[in-house]
């Protein structure tokens, strides 16, 4: 799914994944049953996002939803093309100064499309595209037509 960034929360992961890579390791690594979702956002509700990842209380809170197996919040993880700059506080995608009042097409999943946990990237249902195939399964997939571990 291609957009103007890619937004993941490290709680749908409950550790880091090693060789062998199996449908097992999949599954206990990656527990929740979450699609990948493309929708739009407006650039100040991804600052809100941002700030509130940047929360350790907030971000270490246990969670679960529909979907969701995992135990924490987890802070966001962003796609290559984002960078976060702490003194000053700024954002750029693809190195221009993220808009606020832009609108930006985002891929992350249906967990947080929901708003179940960073509740300013919420958006309906309708206004959502869905991949048919769960996170952990394109892993699988992609994972095994790639040698990406050394």
Known sequence: MSGDLAIMHNGI???SLTKPISRLTLLDTIPSKLN?????VKGSDILKAVILSQDQ?????????????G???G???????????EDPFKVTIDNKELDPE???TIVSHDYIQRGSIY????TENKNATWHKLFIRDLMEKYLNNQDIFS
């Not at 209380?57 to 197996?69: H, V």
């Not at 802070?75 to 700059?85: P, T």
């Not at 509740?119 to 919420?122: G, I, M, Q």
């Open 71 to 73: 135990t924490i919040i």
């Open 36 to 40: 990948p979702t493309k929708y739009k």
């Open 13 to 15: 992961a409950n550790n």
């Open 119 to 122: 509740p300013s990237l919420k």
């Open 102 to 104: 832009k609108e930006y």
């Open 57 to 69: 209380a907030y971000i270490r809170r246990p969670t679960s939803g529909p979907g969701f197996r």
């Open 75 to 85: 802070d966001l993880s962003f796609s290559s093309n984002v960078k976060i700059q």
